[in-house]
Each structure stands twice: as C-alpha cells, then as structure tokens.
C-alpha cells in the first residue's frame, strides 16, 4: 500500500523505540502529540509488550505531558482476548508462561486463569522465568493444550540496552515441546484488524510507525497499510537491505515523521 498522505486518518504507533525509551522519551513527546491531534489523526498504540495494562500505559504518556486514551491502545494481550473469545467457548481455561499483568488482564476479561488442565497456553515476556514455570507450560502443551504467543520478539530494547524478549520465552516453549505456537502480535496483521474494526478505518486509511522491520513494517505490510520506519530503535537502512519490501517513508524519528506528514498532507489538500 502506497503512502497516500491524504487518506491517513489514523496511526499506528509502535512504543519502544518510537514512542519511549524505557523510562525515556524520545523528542519532545507533547509537541509531537499536538501536532497528531491537530492534523486530526487518531494516536492509536500498537505494542507487542503484553506486561502493562492500557491504563498503565495511559499514565505513562500522562508522565510525559500526552493525553492517551485505554481505548487507543492495542497489545497482544487485548487482541489475546479477542481471539479467544472468537475461538473457543466461554469457559475456555487458560495457562498462562508471561507476567502477572498479563495473568490479571485475562482474569478480568473474564477468563478462567488456571495452572494445570488448560484449553490454551500463552507464552509472553516473563522477566521471573523459572524452570518450574517452563517445565508447567511444557507439560499443559504436551497434554493437548493449543499453544499461543503474544510475540515472537526475541529482544527487547531498553535504557540498560539490548534484553530477552518475549520471543525468547516462547522460543523455549516451542524448543521443550516440538510445537510452533499461533502469534497474536506483530507481524500478523491482528492487533491491526482490531483496531480496523473498532475504528471503522480501512488499511489505506492508516500508517504505521515502527522501529522494526520484522514486526511493525512486516505488520502494516501484512495488514496492507502504509508505513515509516524510525530511526530511533532498533532498524536502520542496513539492517532492512535484505527485506524485498522497503517501508514507505524512512525517518528519524516519531517527530520528523509527523512534520513530513503535515507537510504532505497540506501538499495534497
């Protein structure tokens, strides 16, 4: 999908590396909000970390002077829920390899959240993985349990610098069973259908922005939406040079990337 400037209601936001830095953010957040919204565009958040809750994630844009709405926010723990709902009956049982967030966002969706006898197991980032944790997720999938994964990142960027990431959990998981698991998150095009959905927005009318190309690019690509890759994470044009399929715009970053829209956009008016 080619970036049509004049079509683009709504974006598609990575967080780390786009958005943040950890604790950190990149470029004056509060300006580059301002511009969004006075271009009329919806800040929807598209993040593969299913360890916070959109509330979480709401206070934390707050901290940096951004009004963020949960609605806004899509991860794979909500689309998690979402396809469970689609694919199994009301009282499906869940186990659950990744955080407590994760565990208590289930639980509150209304999901029954158990250790053993599971319909499905979940493999996320869990930064307290322990032996006995993977050895009970290995034994739920070796029992019939259908194995999910949040994401299939393998690193997760931040202030400290490079870490395991939720890939790494689920590639173990996938290692000890013999199993490949479904992925909610980026690249599939789910969290993005969602929000497609919720929003009443077709694929040309989004742009996703991302810092990696084989999660947030392959993502919008996936879902046939136009897209920037930051320079502000993990990616670089090197890095992208053995993809066939080159993102739309490349930036340095979220800022650079809203100016360049704004002016585009006032070119095609």
């Known amino acids: 999908m080619a970036l049509q400037a004049s079509k683009i209601k709504a974006l598609f936001l990575d967080l780390d590396g786009v958005v943040w830095h950890g604790a950190s953010p990149i470029g004056d957040l509060a300006a580059t ?5 006075a271009l009329n565009l ?152 969602i929000a497609m959905r919720k929003f009443g927005l077709i694929a040309e009318e989004i742009l996703v922005i991302g810092d990696r190309y084989d999660t947030d690019i392959l993502g919008g690509l996936n879902a046939g939406c136009a897209s920037v890759l930051v320079l502000s994470g993990v990616d670089n044009p090197q890095t992208i040079a053995k993809y066939d399929r080159a993102p739309d715009w490349i930036c340095a970053d979220l800022g650079a990337a809203i100016d360049r829209l704004g002016i585009e956009k006032g070119e095609s008016a």
């Open 33 to 37: 909000f301002r511009k969004i919204y």
């Open 42 to 193: 919806l800040p929807l958040v598209g993040t593969n970390n299913a360890t916070q809750t959109p509330e979480a994630y709401c206070e934390k844009f707050a901290s940096f002077g951004v009004e963020m709405k949960p609605e806004y926010i899509f991860s794979p723990a909500i689309g998690s829920a979402e396809r469970f709902r689609e694919e199994f009956p009301s009282n499906v049982r869940i186990h659950v390899l990744g955080s407590d967030a994760l565990r208590d966002y289930l639980r509150g969706a209304g999901f029954a959240v158990v250790d053993e006898n599971a319909d499905v197991v979940l493999a996320s980032l869990d930064k307290r993985l322990t032996y006995d944790k993977l050895a009970a997720a290995q034994r739920e999938v070796l029992n019939g349990a259908k194995f999910y994964a949040t994401n299939l990142d393998n690193v997760l960027l931040t202030e400290a610098g490079i870490r395991p990431g939720g890939g790494a959990v689920v590639a173990a998981l996938s290692s000890c069973t013999g199993v490949a698991p479904i992925v909610i998150g980026k690249p599939e095009p789910y969290m993005i259908q």
